[in-house]
């Protein structure tokens, strides 16, 4: 397994502070594009913000791809 040097991590903003839901790193590379879910129902009945950070090393970058990005209501 290589060593971490690339991550690309989901945030979420309750008013109050930053916290992360979900991480990923250049350790998990390879396969192409992959679903991922994330639960938001903590937060139901807030407003919140969500981002999302990449953040690379120095040498051999990862590259993260986002694609349709869809935040859905249950």
Known sequence: MPAVSDTL???????????TLKAHSNAEKGGG????HIDLSRFAGQQ???RFIGREGLFFATAFNLDDVEVTVK
């Open 48 to 50: 919140i913000k969500l």
């Open 9 to 19: 991590t989901v945030s979420v903003w309750d008013g109050k502070r930053w916290t």
């Open 33 to 36: 594009y992959r679903q991922h």
